[in-house]
């Protein structure tokens, strides 16, 4: 093998090597007062469970869960700051780091569960995109997490829905939106036109119709 072949096949191999890092990244947690996500709902799962006071398990740092992240703290020996830092999330038995693709998907999947469960697979796959879209869109928060929990963004975060049962279909459907396929057609919202009560979203141009659900930018 020449020198150039050499360098070629040398600089493919590093290429590989950085993207498959990149993709599988591991991504530090620290959640403290107003931090949303998966975390803190783990975080609010597990104090709950020790009895501590957790009225709602919603995702959302607040001031009950700063609270009973505080007593947790002082009866553990730790720094009573509120802030579940890395001691603090070992000692409740949460773990500090996820892998970010994954997290997503378990993050997307949930939301593509609750909005689009019993849709035909494009369907559930253009609500997984419609989140997407919003996360590039400059009216919207830039983060999956930050688009799902946005306040009023989704019903199925506040009507219980959230908690369902999940099904396969909506882990793939995440994964092929992650992965590029965009069924809605670019699309930021949709509704079913036969629960909405928003005057305002008829007002959106449609892209077109997949099951019980409209969608439109």
Do not use: C
């Not at 780091?97 to 593509?112: G, K, P």
């Amino acid at each position: 093998m020449n020198k150039r072949n050499f360098f070629i096949l040398f600089s493919i191999a590093i290429l590989l090597f950085v993207s498959s890092s990149f993709n599988q990244q591991s991504v530090s947690t620290l959640s403290r007062y107003g931090s949303r996500g998966e975390e803190v709902r783990q975080i609010q799962t597990k104090l709950k469970s020790y009895g501590y006071k957790v009225t709602k398990v919603d995702g959302v740092y607040g001031v009950e869960t700063m609270n009973a992240v505080r007593q947790f703290q002082r009866n553990n020996g730790l720094t009573v700051d509120g802030v579940a830092g890395r001691a603090t999330l070992a000692k409740i038995g949460v773990s500090t780091t996820t892998t970010s693709y994954e997290h997503n998907v378990q993050l997307l999947a949930r939301l593509i569960n609750s909005e689009a469960r019993g849709e035909p697979f494009t369907g559930q796959v253009a609500v997984g995109a419609v989140v997407l879209n919003r996360v590039k869109h400059p009216s919207f928060p830039n983060t999956i997490a930050g688009v799902i929990y946005q306040p009023g963004a989704f019903t199925a975060i506040t009507d219980g829905q959230w908690y369902s049962q999940m099904s396969d279909s909506a882990y793939r459907a995440a994964r092929y939106a992650l992965n590029g396929w965009d069924p809605s057609y670019g699309a930021i919202y949709y509704y079913n036109p036969a629960k909405t009560t928003n005057k305002w979203i008829y007002s959106r141009p449609v892209t077109l119709r997949i099951g019980l659900h409209v969608f439109a930018k």
